[in-house]
């Protein structure tokens, strides 16, 4: 795709993500979350304060926190209010807005204090002919330090913005062949100086066909394709760097029965690296999670997947990220539910464009929690949360162990 036809697409996706948020002047950002449609339309406001122990905030030893400037452990108290709001339009249309918008207040590093917005709004038409949607979205957040070499001493300077949206239609009735297609734009930016290097653009567009049916739920065959642009690492010629990637797949969705929900995607992926060097990627990729209600209290929930992305601040082209998880809430009274959960993840960097400090080809990190949450009545909860967040096989700069508490307190507005 030429540069011209890359500026006329972003203009014209982002155009019709502005145009959405227009038709709903009190809403103007929001999230078309899947299901939304089965929920009950009304809001859902809720103001919230955050109190979190860390025993490793720095995410390095006490030598490195201290070469940075900064507190190894530490208190963070966040302030927030949370919205989870879906309106009815017409009878047939809708609108949502979902997210959070909050304050880190640190007591010792506060060079670290930072707002902490996440906010996704959506537009959701149902049309005669064909279903539409449309999205945008906004998050900004202080970056997390352990993407940082250890001994780094500007890795707490820097916050990292993402704004995006995306469209999506999906023609015919239910109940058979529905052909669909989407578009979808995000630019991801850093604030700090040595780290704009790795600001980075991408565009991704799919194509399917759709098979819907009681007995096989919802079946999509689908082609995408991936184009991700460094603007501030020029190559020979004027273009940026980056890579493109098109992959070829199917994609799953069904309840199966009451109790048990499953979502999959598997794709072939064929990936070309701009930069000059930088190998490629030719393999399967996939995204698989399931849902179980185990009687009337426990609830089990379970993920795997292998994806193709990119680091907003670790110096690479791309990056191969293959991820295992589950998690359980288990309602132990009608007031109490207790949850535990666990992440592997596990990750290479592939062709680093830019040394800064030590560089990170792969890494291993594990996070497990347990906690519990109290409804006090029908306004009032309040939550425990204890965390143990390890990173290893990044060697000496990157590899930490980090211990938090949290402790919370919601009220529905």
Request: glycine share 10%.
């Amino acid at each position: 795709m030429t540069v011209a036809k890359r500026a006329r697409c972003k203009r014209v996706l982002l155009g019709c993500v502005v145009a959405s948020a227009g038709m709903v002047p009190s809403i103007a950002l929001a999230q078309s979350a899947p299901g939304s449609a089965s929920r009950q339309p009304g809001p859902a406001l809720r103001a919230g304060l955050d109190a979190t122990y860390f025993s490793n905030m720095t995410r390095s030893s006490e030598a490195e926190a201290a070469a940075r400037g900064l507190s190894q452990s530490d208190v963070r108290i966040t302030p927030k209010v949370d919205l989870d709001i879906i309106k009815r339009i017409a009878g047939r249309h809708t609108a949502t807005l979902a997210g959070s918008v909050g304050y880190d207040i640190n007591m010792r590093n506060t060079r670290l204090n930072r707002e902490r917005v996440s906010l996704d709004a959506g537009l959701d038409l149902d049309l005669p002919v064909c279903d539409t949607a449309f999205e945008a979205n906004f998050a900004r957040r202080q970056s997390d330090l352990g993407d940082f070499p250890g001994n780094d001493p500007e890795s707490g300077k820097n916050a990292e913005t993402f704004l995006g949206g995306s469209a999506r239609v999906t023609c015919g009735s239910v109940g058979g062949l529905r052909p669909t297609a989407a578009v979808r734009y995000q630019t991801a930016t850093n604030t700090l100086a040595s780290r704009t290097f790795n600001d980075h653009d991408v565009l991704s567009y799919t194509g399917g066909l759709m098979y819907q049916s009681v007995a096989l739920g919802e079946v999509t065959g689908l082609v995408r394709r991936t184009e991700v642009r460094f603007p501030n690492q020029p190559l020979a010629g004027g273009s940026a760097s980056g890579f493109d990637s098109t992959a070829y797949g199917v994609a799953f969705s069904r309840n199966i029965g009451a109790r048990l929900s499953a979502n999959a995607e598997l794709t072939y992926a064929a990936l070309d690296s701009r930069l000059g060097g930088t190998p490629g990627f030719r393999g399967m990729n996939w995204d698989v999670s399931a849902k179980l209600l185990v009687g009337s209290r426990l609830e089990l929930t379970a993920n795997t997947s292998r994806l193709l992305s990119t680091s907003l601040l670790i110096p690479s082209n791309y990056n191969i990220s293959s991820t295992y998880s589950w998690a359980g809430r288990y309602a132990l009274t009608g007031r109490v539910n207790l949850e535990a959960g666990y992440t592997h993840l596990y990750r290479r960097f592939i062709g680093p464009t830019r040394v800064i400090g030590t560089p990170l080809t792969r890494d291993l990190r594990d996070t497990g929690y347990i906690g519990a949450r109290y409804s006090v009545n029908r306004r009032i909860a309040l939550r425990l949360r204890a965390t143990r967040d390890q990173r290893t096989g990044g060697g000496p700069a990157y590899d930490f162990v980090d211990y938090r508490a949290l402790s919370s307190i919601d009220v529905s507005l």
